[in-house]
T-cell receptor, first 113, second 111 residues
Framework: DVKVTQSSRYLVKRTGEKVFLECVQD?????MFWYRQDPGLGLRLIYF???????EKGDIPEGYSVSREKKERFSLILESASTNQTSMYLC????????????FGEGSWLTVV | DAKTTQPPSMDCAEGRAANLPCNHS???????VYWYRQIHSQGPQYIIH???NNETNEMASLIITEDRKSSTLILPHATLRDTAVYYC????????????FGIGTKLQVIP
């Protein structure tokens, strides 16, 4: 089975801290994604990456950056965490081929105080 | 922006069929329709997908209209464990692409 692993399930950080959310997938997927999920707003795409060192902005990239130094790992970085970044963050991955399915991690609940 | 429209919530009696609609009127010829569901506090899970033919697997059936502008996910015998948020998305076949989810439909299965 495909496994997408998010390193931290629950985090509490202080305003202004630099926060790293790590995601690893074990199926050699080219595409990787970071979403955030908030009540009433559904899943919103922050960034995605289709190859090592490649990244594309999603719908809400402001306040975030990403890093993909290895194919299996995609990191989401909050340079200076703010309270409005309190949310659940979901990582996902998929292959690049016809009919590719997206696989999600279990999510990381981040609280910024 | 999401390319699909779904009702925000639906109820279904336990044991009955749950029919979840999705409108994707701007779908293009090489875009698939995918359905995912998210049980509270977990990551979304894949259910089924299709291009233009109806599809069935062990979890659900997917009915796509002939013009492909809408589809219906059918859970034939809903159980309490099917209570979840269901997302319908359209996505090109392969390639490097941005994938956007909307708000989905909150399905409540009632005993």
């Amino acid at each position: 089975d495909v496994k997408v692993t998010q390193s931290s399930r629950y985090l509490v950080k202080r305003t202004g801290e630099k926060v790293f959310l790590e995601c690893v997938q074990d199926m050699d997927h080219e595409n990787m994604f970071w979403y955030r999920q908030d009540p009433g707003l559904g899943l919103r795409l922050i960034y995605f990456s289709y190859d090592v060192k490649m990244k594309e902005k999603g719908d809400i990239p402001e306040g975030y950056s990403v890093s993909r130094e290895k194919k299996e790992r995609f990191s989401l970085i909050l340079e200076s965490a703010s309270t409005n970044q309190t949310s659940m963050y979901l990582c996902a991955s998929s292959l690049v081929h016809s009919g590719n399915t997206i696989y999600f991690g279990e999510g990381s609940w981040l609280t910024v105080v | 922006d999401a390319k699909t429209t779904q009702p925000p919530s639906m109820d279904c009696a336990e044991g009955r069929a749950a029919n979840l609609p999705c409108n994707h009127s701007t779908i293009s010829g090489n875009e698939y329709v995918y359905w995912y569901r998210q049980i509270h506090s977990q990551g979304p899970q894949y259910i089924i997908h299709g291009l233009k033919n109806n599809e069935t697997n062990e979890m659900a059936s997917l009915i796509i209209t002939e013009d492909r502008k809408s589809s219906t996910l059918i859970l034939p015998h809903a159980t309490l464990r099917d209570t979840a948020v269901y997302y319908c998305i359209v996505k090109e076949s392969g390639g490097y692409q941005k994938v956007t989810f909307g708000i989905g439909t909150k399905l409540q299965v009632i005993p």
